[in-house]
Every structure is written in C-alpha cells, then in structure tokens.
Nanobody, 124 residues
Framework: QVQLVESGGGLVQAGGSLRLSCAAS????????MGWFRQAPGKERECVAA????????YYTDSVKGRFTISKDNVKNTVSLEMNSLKLEDTAVYYC?????????????????WGQGTQVTVSS
C-alpha cells in the first residue's frame, strides 16, 4: 500500500507561484506513473499533469502548459508541481496520485493511490 501526502497548497494572488510536493511511502520500488489532479467546486476532477516513472515523459493539460512543471525524485520518492502565473481558474483542491503502470495515463480509474488533497486558492 502506497501512501501519498501532499503539501504546499495555500492562498496566492493571481500571477503568483506555488510549489506543491507529494511524498510517497510504502512499496515505491514498483514503477509508478505519478499524476497531479485537481477538482474545483462543482467541476469534475481533471488530470493537470503526469510524469512517467523515469521522468522522461510528461503530460500537461492545455490550460496549464507553459505555466506548470511536474518533476519527480525517485531517490527521495517525491513528485512536485511547480505552478507559475497562477490564474483564478486554477483554484481547486489538488491531488497527487500514483498509477502502477509504465505508460502515462490521465484517466482517474487508472490511478491506484491518492493523497488527501491540498487546497490552492488564487485571489484577484
């Protein structure tokens, strides 16, 4: 059982930056795709970014391309999401998730483990 714990959320003004981190513990020797999802009030949860176990392949949803960067450290078992030029519409609860597979996926059903979520609020 893999445990995921997010940190780094908070309140930031539009145009500002935040860095989210996710620490993984448990049997992390298995190759995992890591993803960051978000869910805004009244909206479905969406995949914001994902990264392969090797870190070579990444995915970003169109609305965050050029602003967000996902990265991982397989030694420290952490995955991060650097968020720049934040917009009001980035306000959401952000979740870290792990999928026991090699190829990238953005489908929620493919992710086996989830963190508890961290709130990101962007103000005007």
């Amino acid at each position: 059982q893999v445990q995921l714990v997010e940190s780094g959320g908070g309140l930031v003004q539009a145009g500002g930056s935040l860095r989210l981190s996710c620490a993984a513990s448990g049997p992390t020797s298995v190759n995992y795709v890591m993803g960051w999802f978000r869910q805004a009030p009244g909206k479905e949860r969406e995949c914001v970014a994902a990264i392969s176990w090797s870190g070579v392949r990444t995915y970003y949803t169109d609305s965050v391309k050029g602003r967000f960067t996902i990265s991982k450290d397989n030694v420290k078992n952490t995955v991060s999401l650097e968020m720049n030029s934040l917009k009001l519409e980035d306000t959401a609860v952000y979740y870290c998730a792990a999928a026991g597979r090699v190829t990238l996926t953005t489908s929620m059903s493919e992710y086996d483990y989830w963190g508890q979520g961290t709130q990101v609020t962007v103000s005007s």
